[in-house]
């Protein structure tokens, strides 16, 4: 199983948990282990008649991930898909192949993962900022005596104050769109009971340069 997990975590380049949404089609019924019991810590085998589904794959970290079947006015099924197992696989897209006894579940997975990135809108600007000095501030603390005399001193110390200022920037957007192919395979055959098809996309703000703020 981990390396389905290594490769996801290296070809679609994760930094933590992401959701591919599709579909998962069920030619024949699929008898599964899903989450159960208090907090989803528990199993129990349940089966999934044929069909549509929809569905989420969810990867939670390097080592656990989740199938998560959508159904409407019923509960969600949550199907868990994770190993101890470590196995060396090269960085990249490219096919996955995973054994039932790996997955600890009644089928293996066969499929294909692609990445795409595009990288564009490069520009250069300012934008508003943030920073903080130190600065050392001194007022006066007077107190009373019994006798009704006042007493004051200087009282000095140092603050952090946080100014709003500016920054040069140069930066460019990146789109990143990912796609799962996955058939489970009856254990130890290429017979297809179910395929799930999902996608994800990203779109983020990256910044090549930023100076100082002033």
Same mark, same amino acid.
């Given at each position: ?10 070809a ?8 591919? !949404? ?6 024949? +019924? ?5 989450k ?17 589904? =929809?569905?989420?794959? !969810?990867?939670?970290?390097? @080592? ?6 959508? =159904? @409407? ?8 898909l994770?190993?101890?197992r ?14 039932? =006894? ?5 089928y !293996?997975?066969?499929? @294909?993962?692609? +990445?795409?990135? @595009? ?6 600007? =300012? ?7 130190v ?7 007077? +107190? ?11 009282v ?26 996955? !058939?489970f395979l009856?254990g ?12 994800d ?7 090549d ?5 002033y």
């Amino acid at each position: 199983m981990k390396r389905l997990i290594v490769l996801l975590v290296a070809a679609l380049s994760l930094n933590s948990c992401l959701t591919l !949404d599709g579909n998962l089609t069920v030619r024949e +019924t699929l008898t599964v282990k899903k989450k159960s019991g208090l907090f989803g810590l528990g199993s129990k085998k349940t089966q999934v008649g044929p069909g549509a589904y =929809r569905a989420k794959f !969810d990867i939670v970290s390097k @080592d656990s991930f989740v199938l998560q079947l959508v =159904r @409407d006015g019923e509960k969600d099924i949550r199907i868990p898909l994770k190993s101890d197992r470590n196995l060396n696989v090269p960085n990249g897209n490219g096919p996955i192949f995973i054994s039932n =006894r790996e997955l600890n579940q009644e089928y !293996d997975l066969a499929g @294909d993962v692609r +990445t795409d990135v @595009d990288e564009y809108g490069y520009a250069r600007g =300012r934008e508003s900022c943030t920073y903080t000095t130190v600065e050392r501030h001194c007022r006066p603390v007077c +107190t009373r005596s019994e006798n009704g005399s006042q007493h004051c001193e200087k009282v000095c110390r140092e603050e952090t104050i946080t100014h709003n200022g500016y920054q040069e920037v140069q930066y460019h957007y990146r789109k990143t769109f990912r796609a799962l192919e996955l !058939d489970f395979l009856k254990g130890g055959s290429n017979a297809r009971v179910a395929h799930f098809s999902g996608t994800d996309t990203q779109n983020e703000k990256i910044y090549d340069y930023k100076s100082s703020c002033y």
